[in-house]
């Protein structure tokens, strides 16, 4: 079993940047994939990225391509997402979960096991 901490959300201006942090405890954290997902008011979660479990491949969500990045460090069991370039339509709570990869899918996510309870992010224009 994994449980997930979520930090680093805040209020920052357009153009800004945050990171993100995801703290795992369980002993699976450094075999599973990891994703970020973000729920905005009124819209469904979405996919954001994905890393799998040895941080060699990442996927993401078209319109964060190059303004975001996934990494993670297996040591310290927390997974990050650097957000750069923040546009007022990346305000929503972010979630990060364990996931199980499907390279085939778009997004390429077969299963969420565990979820964070998600950090706020709001980006003002």
């Known amino acids: 079993q994994v449980q997930l901490v979520e930090s680093g959300g805040g209020l920052v201006q357009a153009g800004g940047s945050l990171r993100l942090s995801c703290a795992a405890s369980?002993?699976?954290?450094?075999?599973?994939?990891m994703g970020w997902f973000r729920q905005a008011p009124g819209k469904e979660r979405e996919f954001v990225a994905a890393?799998?479990?040895?941080?060699?491949?990442?996927y993401y969500l078209d319109s964060v391509k190059g303004r975001f990045t996934i990494s993670r460090d297996n040591a310290k069991n927390t997974v990050y997402l650097q957000m750069n370039s923040l546009k007022p339509e990346d305000t929503a709570v972010y979630f990060c979960?364990?996931?199980?990869?499907?390279?085939?899918?778009?997004?390429?996510?077969?299963?969420?096991?565990?979820w964070g309870q998600g950090t706020q992010v709001t980006v003002s224009s």
């Open positions: 369980g002993r699976t954290f450094s075999s599973s994939a």
């Open positions: 979960a364990a996931v199980h990869l499907d390279h085939r899918s778009d997004p390429p996510i077969a299963t969420l096991d565990y």
């Open positions: 890393i799998n479990w040895t941080g060699g491949i990442t």
